[in-house]
């Protein structure tokens, strides 16, 4: 009796796997509240840069231009990236420390069982002895955005405050090396170091200055749950509004966990409801989305 020849399925890499393999940005898991469909086409297709993102970016330089001298440095390995990431974070806890403001401040973490990382636009401290996150958003019409525009930079700045949250309580140090998939004795490049050297840097290896930075996160002042979302009309930088909000514990936690079956490659990609189908009209992907409510 000849038994049947066993077929092997063969599973596609998940977004992770093929897209995020060193992890998450803060802005993927904002933009998957926006369509989970779009990012999935963005992450493979690539996201072009619009006028109105160039012109956003330009805005966040020049306000950290008024606070803080920018250097430019060439990075040439992974060590180097994050050694800049981690002296990054420590220099702006100082200024934040000594000035009560500081801007472009990166975070990292896991949420979930994904590893995330971001770059807060602006931390300062109140009256109350707060630290207060916020972020200025440019719009391209006088005009400030829908419901479902604001839900999605609320929960990127959500994002921010939880990652902030758990680095004030100094994560493990050799759980982030093995998250960020370095050895804990990994060298930066020597040319990179000299560039660094220049600007009060603590430590040339990356695992001391990961210490550095970690303590500066749980010596500063508790974060405040409330934060705030400044929109200005690129063409004058005039104020359109201030969208003040607290951090939403039960909706982050849902979104959270909705989002992690798309990464895992758990499920496909989830396309807009018809009643948000409003969105597809500013969509790149939109005549050749699979999912377009019709």
Known sequence: MSSSP??????????LQQFRRY???????????????????????GKQETSEMKQGKERHQALHEEITEIVRVRPETRADIWLLHFFNAWAALVQLQQQGICREIPVFGNLGD????GVIDQVQSNEDHRLVLSDTKTRKKPSLPTLAQKRTTQLQ????????????????HYAVFDAISL?????????????????TLPSPKPFEMLQYALDAFAQALP?????CISYEWQQDHSLLGIDSFSFDADWFEKHLQNSLPFWHGERSPLGVSHQDAWKCRFCE???ECPVRPR
């Not at 066993?6 to 977004?15: F, M």
């Not at 804990?184 to 990179?192: G, I, L, M, Q, Y």
């Open 6 to 15: 066993s077929i092997l399925a063969v599973v596609p890499p998940s977004p």
């Open 23 to 45: 992890g998450l940005r803060v802005t993927d898991l904002s933009d998957q509240l926006w369509c989970e469909q779009r990012l999935a086409l963005s992450l493979a297709r």
């Open 114 to 117: 994904l590893w995330v990382v």
């Open 157 to 172: 700045m959500m994002l921010y405050h939880r990652l902030w949250s758990q680095l004030a309580q100094k994560p493990d």
């Open 183 to 199: 050895p804990v004795d990994v060298e930066a490049s020597p040319s990179f170091v000299a560039q660094l050297s220049e600007h």
């Open 223 to 227: 974060l405040d749950p409330q934060m």
């Open 285 to 287: 992907f939109a005549p």
